[in-house]
């Protein structure tokens, strides 16, 4: 059989960049961030030991094949799903690994996160291998962080693995203790219907804004570690106005959220995304970039009554809308029948092809 998994990409509408070092080590952090039912999707199938290596980006049309796991090299193509293969994968062993994504590159919706929950559960429901969500979680920024050296925190893995609406709080010194935030069903429906996904199409590079954000907290008197210490009070905020079910107060944590994530550094800002708040100002209650900002989605809540009105704006702005449903399954696995001897070929010939 074919081990299979999806994982949720996510928005975070506070405490964003305080999840990551070094600032959550010196000084504890604080993030709200919820699943929504965009996703990341990977499948694996064991192969027998002299088919080597597939590997096949269904989204991206990429692909790489290679005779064995050592075999697959360290160079940028691929780098990212090579890096799981291989910490997964025993090097014996031959695989056919094959994902896609329901959001584009440079979203700011945490893909990478997701993809990486999804292949790490994929690749364990293959070996009948068994890990909690926040294990997979843990796992999965690991080999981001560590073996690809990618910068920033995990709040893109914790909330593709544990799905739902999660205060995360970070502790001083280390560590991290994830909360679901208790939410009241008829808050829950009116932030779904009131919520929007607002993509311009302008990505962003999450990495290089990280490195910005970074350089700068390193400066005497930075004004980033103000900024964070301000996302963190806004994240508490959040969870609590979210707990009371006070909306407006989610709008105005979500706002201020948005305003101190550009203060983190000028590449967090983005005129495109100001043009869309100038435009849909007197639509909205609150609004905010996802993730590190510089391009990618924005997140809005509206006020009620204007929600068409709202989409008809962003429309004719060019730009494309989302609705909001919240995922609350978060990473989730099964078995699939596998693919015959003529459809690996298949996988095969793409990703020798494409590359």
């Given at each position: 059989?074919?081990?299979?998994?999806?994982?949720?990409?996510?928005?975070?509408?506070?405490?964003?960049?305080t999840?990551?070092?070094?600032?959550?080590?010196?000084?504890?952090?604080?993030?709200?961030?919820?699943?929504?039912?965009?996703?990341?999707?990977?499948?694996?199938?064991?192969?027998?030991?002299?088919?080597?290596?597939?590997?096949?980006?269904?989204?991206?049309?990429?692909?790489?094949?290679?005779?064995?796991?050592?075999?697959?090299?360290?160079?940028?193509?691929?780098?990212?799903?090579?890096?799981?293969?291989?910490?997964?994968?025993?090097?014996?062993?031959?695989?056919?690994?094959?994902?896609?994504?329901?959001?584009p590159?440079?979203?700011?919706l945490?893909?990478?996160?997701?993809?990486?929950?999804?292949?790490?559960?994929?690749?364990?429901?293959?070996y009948?291998?068994?890990?909690?969500?926040?294990?997979?979680?843990?796992?999965?920024?690991?080999?981001e962080?560590?073996?690809?050296?990618?910068?920033?925190?995990?709040?893109?893995?914790?909330?593709?693995?544990?799905?739902?609406?999660?205060?995360?709080?970070?502790?001083?010194?280390?560590?991290?203790?994830?909360?679901?935030?208790?939410?009241?069903?008829?808050?829950?429906?009116?932030?779904?219907?009131?919520?929007?996904?607002?993509?311009?199409?302008?990505?962003?590079?999450?990495?290089?804004?990280?490195?910005?954000?970074?350089?700068?907290?390193?400066?005497?008197?930075?004004?980033?570690?103000?900024?964070?210490?301000?996302l963190?009070?806004?994240?508490?905020?959040?969870?609590?106005?979210?707990?009371?079910?006070?909306?407006?107060?989610?709008?105005?944590?979500?706002?201020?959220?948005?305003?101190?994530?550009?203060?983190?550094?000028?590449s967090?800002?983005?005129?495109?995304?100001?043009?869309?708040?100038?435009?849909?100002?007197?639509c909205?209650?609150?609004?905010?970039?996802?993730?590190?900002?510089?391009g990618?989605?924005?997140?809005?809540f509206?006020?009620?009554g204007?929600?068409?009105?709202?989409?008809?704006?962003?429309?004719?702005?060019?730009?494309?809308?989302?609705?909001?449903?919240?995922?609350?399954e978060?990473?989730?696995?099964?078995?699939?029948?596998?693919?015959?001897?003529?459809?690996?070929?298949?996988?095969?010939?793409?990703?020798?092809?494409?590359?």
């Amino acid at each position: 059989m074919r081990g299979c998994a999806r994982a949720p990409v996510r928005v975070d509408p506070a405490g964003g960049g305080t999840d990551a070092p070094p600032y959550c080590v010196e000084h504890g952090g604080a993030v709200v961030n919820f699943a929504v039912q965009r996703h990341a999707f990977a499948s694996a199938q064991r192969l027998k030991s002299s088919e080597g290596i597939i590997l096949y980006a269904m989204d991206l049309q990429l692909g790489v094949a290679a005779t064995s796991v050592s075999d697959l090299g360290s160079e940028n193509d691929f780098e990212f799903i090579k890096a799981f293969v291989k910490r997964l994968v025993p090097v014996e062993d031959s695989l056919l690994l094959v994902t896609e994504t329901d959001v584009p590159a440079g979203s700011g919706l945490g893909g990478s996160g997701a993809l990486g929950v999804a292949i790490v559960a994929a690749i364990d429901r293959a070996y009948d291998r068994d890990r909690s969500p926040l294990e997979t979680a843990l796992l999965a920024n690991e080999i981001e962080r560590k073996d690809l050296g990618y910068p920033g925190g995990n709040q893109d893995s914790l909330g593709a693995a544990l799905g739902g609406i999660n205060f995360l709080e970070y502790h001083q010194g280390g560590g991290m203790t994830p909360h679901k935030i208790p939410i009241k069903p008829d808050t829950i429906r009116t932030l779904e219907h009131n919520s929007l996904l607002i993509y311009s199409g302008a990505a962003h590079v999450s990495g290089s804004i990280h490195q910005d954000i970074k350089h700068s907290y390193a400066l005497k008197n930075s004004p980033t570690v103000k900024a964070m210490e301000i996302l963190c009070e806004q994240a508490q905020a959040m969870a609590q106005s979210l707990r009371a079910g006070k909306l407006s107060g989610y709008a105005a944590a979500l706002s201020e959220s948005c305003r101190q994530l550009y203060n983190l550094h000028e590449s967090c800002d983005s005129a495109e995304h100001r043009r869309y708040f100038l435009a849909l100002d007197d639509c909205l209650l609150g609004g905010k970039t996802c993730g590190a900002g510089g391009g990618g989605f924005l997140l809005v809540f509206v006020k009620p009554g204007r929600r068409q009105e709202c989409i008809h704006r962003i429309e004719d702005l060019g730009g494309l809308v989302w609705p909001v449903t919240i995922d609350f399954e978060g990473v989730t696995h099964w078995l699939a029948p596998q693919y015959d001897d003529d459809e690996v070929q298949r996988f095969r010939h793409c990703a020798t092809s494409s590359a």
